[in-house]
Each structure stands twice: as structure tokens, then as C-alpha cells.
């Protein structure tokens, strides 16, 4: 007895979250359409759930790549740059010498001129950081989240005027406008034909268990969207999304969301795409406290995914083990003393543990971000440079991943 179709092997997709360093999973998921690989199930949480959900859901059949890149494109050019002249002229010095000050020393006299512009470039780089981070603090952006103290919510938040009382910074209603552009909500149901099988994540604010929204289940909505990409940490409101559930971003519990992709589909085998927005390894410790605090927030968010597919090995393992002995009562039933309803029961069983599980990870592709200057604000950096960066990094990364593996065949 066969446990499932070896021959059907689904192309899974999981994104993490990372503020707007999906821009980097919008660059693989292009790399993926330009090489023709069809992607069966998209998963992810916060921004990860939010890209997930534009390619599932894209309003375009054809050439899903092109609108995902479109919305990364829109938010950027919502940011506010605040080198360009107005009232907060002073800004962007101020924020260099404060780059300058928290992560280098001044250069000893006998530094080589290689590392003196090699270190400037880095100040550079962390000084705009640091400006981006600011702006997204200050303006957020209106395409995506907006802070509570904007004039415009002094009419409609009751709770405008009584600080004391607030529990999140910004309001992300902003994003269900923009995504009305891009996403056909009537595909994200049963037999919706979506462009992929939907699954986000999230996490129950009041009893911490693990949320699954599955578009194979239910109908996703709007506010599965704001759930998943809820994260209290930058000051996110927590989402009803049905009567009684209040849900925030699932990376709380799990960044991301391969266990959930297995237990949503345990028959057919996988082929994963993963894309890893904060890289488990780097070559160098860390030189200073902010660099520490960078990477003890990349570990947190790499995830547990080793441990998952450890998992999925050895639930294998344990399934061939226990073929093997069923077959071996199957061939001999006529020889052993054993009861009828004994022997229902063991093949009732067997269905279910046998038949009904054991999806094996054929191969797993692990695209990673580089990070050559690590920074804390990095994923608060919406400007149209990072943005178009991030995506052409995240596009390369994907090709290079595809072209070694048909290399290595």
C-alpha cells in the first residue's frame, strides 16, 4: 500500500516577516516566475503574510511578479526623505553625528586610508539608516500605517486627546486601501481558484496559541492581512478577526511558517522555498552594543525551521517503520491469532498515520538577505533606494540559488 503520490511534489513558498525588507522576498519571487517555477503554496507572516497574500490573491493571472514589485514601488514612493529641504533641515546632520557617535570611534592616526573609506562607508550607510528609521517613525507611511497623533484621527479616535489609554502607535487601516488595488479577495476562499494555496499566520493576544488562516479553509480577509502583519513590538494594533479573537502578528510564536505549511498539507511531498530575511550565520562578532542587539534580533527572528525539518525526517522515518510492520501483518494475517476487530483497528490506524501523512522536504532553498553593515533600523527603510536594492538583491540571490542546484545535478 502506497502512503501518498510520491510523484506530486508542491513548490512552497515561506516568507518571514521583516518590515520593508520583504522588498527582498518581492526580488525572489520574481527570480522564481522569470525561471518558471509555479509556486503551489504561499506561506508567510507579517510582511511576509502581506506578499503572501498579493500572490495568491494578485488581480493579475499572468505576471503576479510585476504587480507585487508595483506595491513595493507605491510604498516607497510614500516615504517621507527627510534630506530634501523643509522644517527638518537640521535633521539629517543630527542623524549622521549620531550614527557616527554610537557605532564608531574616532579613526586612530594610523589607520590605513583602505579602512578609513571603508568605515565612512559604513557611517554613511548607517547615518541614512538611521534617517529612514526616523522618517518611518515620525510620518510612517501613508500607503501602509500611519501614527496616531496625525491630525486626521483627532475626529474619529476617541482616544485621540488620552495617551495614557493608547495601546498601539500606528494604525495599519491605511494598507487594506492600497491592497483593494492589487488583491482579488473572491480568489482567497474555497475553490477560489487562487494562484496559490493561502496560508498566514497569527497569534491569540489572549491565550498565545498559534492562529492558521488557510484560504483552502476559509475565506481570507482583509483582516487576516492586518492580523498577520499586527506586531505589537512597532506599535501595532491588535486585529479582531472574528467575534472574541483578537490576533497580532504570528512572528511572536514562529517566523517562519513551515510547520504550519506541513500540518496544512501532509500528503504531498515538498519542494521549499525559503526566504530568510535575517541571516542565521555571519562571518564576524559583533563590535559594538548596537551591533549585538542587531544580532541577537536576527537569531530570534532566523527561527526554529531546523528543528521543523528534523521533525519531517524523522515522522518519516517512523512512517516507513511502520509500514514495514504492517506489511508484515497483512502477509501473514492467515498465520498469527489475531481478532477481527483487532485487525480493523490496525488498519484503521494505519489509514490514518499512513496514508493521511508523511509529506516528506525533497529539497530546501535557503535565500538569504546579505548584510554587509547590520543595523537595527533596516527594516524601517522604505525610501526608493533600498527598496529597488533590496528587490534586485533578493531577484540575484533566487538566480544564483536556482543556477547552482541545476549545476550541482
Request: proline residues 5%; aromatic residues 12%; charged residues 25%.
Amino acid at each position: 500500500m502506497v502512503r501518498h503520490d510520491s510523484s506530486i511534489v508542491e513548490n512552497v513558498l515561506v516568507l518571514q516577516g521583516g518590515g520593508s525588507l520583504g522588498a527582498f522576498e518581492c526580488g525572489v519571487y520574481k527570480s522564481l516566475v522569470k525561471n518558471n517555477i509555479n509556486i503551489d503554496i504561499v506561506a508567510g507572516t507579517s510582511i511576509g503574510g502581506i506578499n503572501s497574500a498579493l500572490i495568491a490573491g494578485s488581480k493579475k493571472k499572468e505576471h503576479t511578479e510585476e504587480l507585487l514589485e508595483n506595491f513595493w514601488l507605491e510604498l516607497s514612493e510614500s516615504f517621507i526623505d527627510l534630506d530634501k529641504p523643509s522644517l527638518l533641515y537640521s535633521w539629517p546632520r543630527f542623524m549622521e553625528q549620531q550614527a557616527a557617535s554610537s557605532y564608531f570611534p574616532q579613526l586612530p592616526k594610523s589607520e590605513t586610508m583602505g579602512s578609513y573609506f571603508k568605515t565612512r562607508k559604513e557611517q554613511e550607510i548607517k547615518a541614512k539608516q538611521i534617517r529612514s528609521f526616523y522618517s518611518s517613525a515620525i510620518f510612517g507611511n501613508e500607503k501602509m500605517f500611519k501614527p496616531r497623533w496625525s491630525a486626521e484621527f483627532a475626529l474619529k479616535d476617541p482616544e485621540y486627546f488620552s495617551p495614557q489609554k493608547w495601546t498601539y502607535l500606528y494604525d495599519h487601516l491605511s494598507l487594506v486601501k492600497t491592497l483593494e488595488k492589487y488583491i482579488d479577495y473572491e480568489k482567497l476562499k474555497p475553490d477560489g481558484k487562487p494562484n496559490a494555496r493561502l496560508i498566514l499566520t497569527a497569534v491569540d493576544v489572549l491565550n498565545a496559541r498559534s492562529l492558521t488562516f488557510d484560504s483552502f479553509k476559509q475565506q481570507i480577509t482583509y483582516k487576516h492581512i492586518l492580523a498577520t502583519s499586527a506586531y505589537p513590538l512597532y506599535n501595532f494594533p491588535w486585529i479582531e478577526v472574528e467575534k472574541g479573537v483578537y490576533a497580532w502578528d504570528g512572528g511572536l510564536l514562529s517566523n517562519t511558517p513551515l510547520r504550519e505549511v506541513l500540518d496544512a498539507s501532509p500528503i504531498n511531498d515538498k519542494r521549499i522555498f525559503m526566504v530568510e530575511n535575517y541571516p542565521k550565520h555571519i562571518n564576524t562578532l559583533p563590535k559594538n552594543l548596537p551591533e549585538v542587539h542587531h544580532r541577537a534580533r536576527d537569531i530570534i527572528f532566523s527561527d526554529k525551521t531546523e528543528h521543523s525539518v528534523t521533525m519531517s525526517k524523522v515522522i518519516t522515518r517512523y512512517l516507513d517503520y511502520i509500514e514495514e510492520l504492517y506489511n508484515i501483518i497483512e502477509n501473514n494475517v492467515d498465520h498469527i491469532q489475531i481478532g477481527q476487530n483487532q485487525l480493523k483497528r490496525i488498519r484503521r490506524k494505519y489509514k490514518k498515520y499512513k496514508q493521511e501523512h508523511g509529506a516528506e522536504i525533497k529539497e530546501i532553498y535557503h535565500i538569504t538577505r546579505d548584510e554587509p553593515f547590520p543595523h537595527m533600523y533596516e527594516n524601517a527603510d522604505f525610501s526608493p533606494e533600498t527598496i529597488k536594492c533590496s528587490i534586485r538583491e533578493g531577484e540575484d540571490k533566487t538566480d544564483q540559488a536556482i543556477k547552482k542546484t541545476k549545476n550541482s545535478q
